[in-house]
């Protein structure tokens, strides 16, 4: 069970390598901003109205959590058993959906425009994670995880291997970029966009890839970045300013958190949790808070460091 930290610096984060003490803010410590999920995942941060989004994928919904008030309350229920969530360079909000296995941006007026759900004519298995480029284009992972069960999603038959696409802004079309993942995760790209990183749940151990882009739509050389080790399981994750790879963790005690690798792929942060974290991003006035969306709850922590792309 959670509890606030009573000391500072907030033993719940550490430091793994000297390097990571220029992003800890000693006097700042992890907070709980809000619990009652199932299965939390997803956030994103609002700037403009100062609000976060999260999903909560087992019961259908979308919550928003208001940073003056600190209230909770649904933003969209049913949500398609929403899973990952990014903005776009328009600031519109964009959508994995397990239940209707698709990938859909919410318009200004709160409409919804579909963007992906079949590849060659056969239907997605289940979006989980997306990230948009700088020239528009979204890349999403498309693992089983939300037609397994009727838990996540609504239990079906696979139609597709697990890929990693990428769909084109401007013709709407999508291409697979990766097909030597089993079951990809969590994605996001290095600051300068040359590097993107997957996870790989479907592998045993579960590791951490990276791949060079290659005229800024194709992959390739794709590596072993982290090994996760018997136990680890990381999820969602985002970059910083310096490169540093943040990322959600789990499962079970000494595991849960967020772990924190250098550009190099060595560990330096470790921010613990009483649950395993599915994903994260950086948020606040000054994009220096870092939202944690766990299992059952969410968790704030002020940093001393910056997101790669700011919304």
């Not at 498309?142 to 696409?165: C, M, Q, S, W």
């Not at 479907?202 to 996760?228: M, Q, T, W």
Request: contains cysteine.
């Amino acid at each position: 069970m959670w509890q606030p930290s009573e000391t500072y610096p907030d033993p719940a984060v550490e430091v793994l390598d000297p390097h990571f003490r220029k992003y800890r803010i000693t006097n700042a410590a992890v907070e709980r901003l809000a619990t009652g999920t199932r299965w939390g995942e997803g956030p994103v941060w609002f700037g403009d109205g100062r609000y976060l989004l999260w999903s909560d994928i087992p019961n259908n919904r979308i919550l928003r959590w208001d940073d003056e008030t600190g209230a909770v309350s649904v933003f969209r229920k049913p949500s398609g058993y929403a899973n990952g969530n990014t903005r776009d360079r328009q600031g519109r909000l964009v959508t994995c959906e397990h239940g209707e296995r698709r990938v859909t941006r919410t318009e200004y007026d709160g409409s919804i425009t579909v963007l992906a759900y079949r590849f060659e004519g056969k239907r997605l298995n289940s979006p989980n994670d997306l990230v948009v480029k700088s020239d528009d284009s979204i890349w999403f992972t498309d693992p089983d995880f939300g037609i397994t069960t009727n838990y996540e999603g609504r239990k079906a038959e696979r139609e597709l291997p697990t890929h990693v696409y990428r769909l084109d802004a401007t013709t709407g079309r999508c291409e697979i970029v990766a097909d030597d993942i089993v079951n990809p995760n969590g994605l996001c790209f290095s600051p300068d966009e040359q590097r993107l990183y997957i996870v790989e749940s479907g592998s045993k151990p579960r590791r951490i890839r990276v791949y060079e882009v290659v005229d800024g739509k194709h992959l390739r050389n794709g590596r072993v970045f982290v090994d996760a080790g018997e136990n680890g399981a990381p999820d969602g994750f985002r970059c910083d300013v310096d490169g540093n790879l943040w990322a959600g963790w789990g499962t079970g005690a000494g595991l849960n958190g967020v772990m924190i690798f250098a550009p190099d792929g060595g560990a330096i942060g470790r921010i613990a949790l009483p649950e395993r974290c599915a994903n994260l991003c950086f948020g606040g006035a000054a994009h220096n808070r870092l939202f944690m969306a766990a299992g059952q709850s969410l968790y704030a922590l002020y940093v001393d460091a910056a997101p790669a792309v700011v919304r």
